[in-house]
């Protein structure tokens, strides 16, 4: 079974531009996350969706946006892009949205921003 | 609120030897405690899981862990070290069984397991 896919795998922008990064959940898993892991540090919650609506939102300015489809795959959208928005861009998918559901993440997407 | 501190953040062994990745956690409820591991350029792998059944959890790769509530511990242990564990590992939290919302989970800062011959 195909796990968690992500698009693209590497990105390259400047400084202003609007990027956006794609998510296919794994068969069956209705809640998406994404976290953003700057080098050298652990994920940090960016949102999550379960059954397209948010259910939570970390500590990002409002540039970063996400949505949910009907298939349950998602998007994470970040606006007017600054240098330490140069990180890797996880997606993890899980079945329920409750703390006991494991969270399968995806190989990321390694987003640079010169 | 939640926190996860991860002691060292490089940790090395010979191989073959003990592995102890040490982690506390802080949280306001009982938490659920989970071990990640990330291989270069690669995503996150779970090892293992804490979801308040046995305090002794086995993983994958011959790893386990020990919830300790009055220490507030959950170290990453593994009794013969090989060059293949190679990687950084995570600890990470999120609420347990009073948890009524969603799921997110918090890191710890990593920690590099560095295996020598």
């Known amino acids: 079974d195909a796990g968690v896919t992500q698009s693209p795998t590497h990105l390259i922008k400047t400084r202003g531009q609007q990027v956006t990064l794609r998510c296919s959940p794994i068969s069956g898993h209705k809640s998406v996350s994404w976290y953003q892991q700057v080098l050298g540090q652990g994920p940090q919650f960016i949102f999550q969706y379960y059954e397209k609506e948010e259910r939570g939102r970390g500590n990002f300015p409002d540039r970063f946006s996400a949505r949910q489809f009907p298939n349950y795959s998602s998007e994470l959208n970040v606006n007017a892009l600054l240098l330490g928005d140069s990180a890797l861009y996880l997606c993890?998918?899980?079945?329920?949205?409750?703390?006991?559901?494991?969270?399968?993440f995806g190989p990321g997407t390694r987003l640079t921003v010169l | 609120a939640q926190s996860v501190t991860q002691l060292g953040s490089h940790v090395s062994v010979s191989e073959g030897a003990l592995v102890l990745l040490r982690c506390n956690y802080s949280?306001?409820?009982?938490?659920?405690l989970f071990w990640y591991v990330q291989y270069p350029n690669q995503g996150l792998q779970l090892l293992l899981k804490y979801t308040s059944a046995a305090t002794l959890v086995k993983g994958i790769n011959g790893f386990e862990a020990e919830f300790k509530k009055s220490e507030t511990s959950f170290h990453l242990t593994k009794p013969s070290a090989h060059m293949s564990d190679a990687a950084e590992y995570f600890c990470?939290?999120?609420?347990?069984?009073?948890?009524?919302?969603?799921?997110?989970?918090?890191f710890g800062k990593g920690t590099m397991l560095l295996v020598s011959p």
């Open positions: 990470a939290v999120t609420r347990g069984p009073a948890n009524s919302g969603y799921s997110t989970l918090t």
């Open positions: 949280s306001s409820v009982p938490p659920y």
């Open positions: 993890a998918s899980s079945f329920r949205e409750q703390g006991y559901n494991e969270q399968f």
